[in-house]
T-cell receptor, first 114, second 111 residues
């Protein structure tokens, strides 16, 4: 079975641009979470979606938004990019939220903002 | 606010030299404590989940333990392939599965 897949793997943008990152969860998983990992730091929670509804939001500005589709895949959008948005963006999937189910992570999208 | 502190930041071991990685945490209602391994440029790979104080889990050369304030990841006779960053995370009781991570411990094992 395929794991969590993310696209693209690498992306280079300039300040002020907008970016869309995509994630497909493990088959059968209905919950998708997004994390930002800056170099040298642990992943930081951005969003969680379940059944197309937002179930949690981390401490990120409104420039960050996300959505989940009927097939449980998800997109993360970031508007008005800043240099500080350069990071590895990780998607994780799980069966259901609010349980102690472990999260399975994809390999991430490396975003560089110039 | 949930907090996770890992120490040391980096650890260099000789092959076969056993050691322990520390994870201190504060959380309102622990649902689970997770250990992940992360290789450069990759996503975290799940290792263990611990749910209550006194619990222990083992996998090959790794053993994770949990107290009410700390978790330890013990590495016995490490090999160069164990070199990676080890992340500790806590999950609090609530409606979502949000994990709060520490900064990680970078382990290097020399042959």
């Amino acid at each position: 079975d395929a794991g969590v897949t993310q696209s693209p793997t690498h992306l280079i943008k300039t300040r002020g641009q907008q970016v869309t990152l995509r994630c497909s969860p493990i088959s059968g998983h209905k919950s998708v979470s997004w994390y930002q990992q800056v170099l040298g730091q642990g992943p930081q929670f951005i969003f969680q979606y379940y059944e197309k509804e937002e179930r949690g939001r981390g401490n990120f500005p409104d420039r960050f938004s996300a959505r989940q589709f009927p097939n449980y895949s998800s997109e993360l959008n970031v508007n008005a990019l800043l240099l500080g948005d350069s990071a590895l963006y990780l998607c994780a999937s799980s069966l259901v939220p609010g349980s102690n189910e472990k999260l399975f992570f994809g390999s991430g999208t490396q975003l560089s903002v110039l | 606010e949930d907090q996770v502190t890992q120490s040391p930041e980096a650890l260099r071991l000789q092959e076969g030299e056993s050691s322990s990685l520390n994870c201190s945490y504060t959380v309102s209602g622990l649902r689970g404590l997770f250990w992940y391994r992360q290789d450069p440029g990759k996503g975290p790979e799940f290792l263990f989940t611990l749910y209550s104080a006194g619990e222990e889990k083992e996998k090959e050369r790794l053993k994770a333990t949990l107290t009410k304030k700390e978790s330890f990841l013990h590495i016995t006779a490490p090999k160069p392939e164990d070199s990676a960053t080890y992340l500790c995370a806590v999950q609090a009781a609530g409606a979502n599965s949000k994990l709060t991570f520490g900064k990680g411990i970078t382990l290097s094992v020399r042959p």
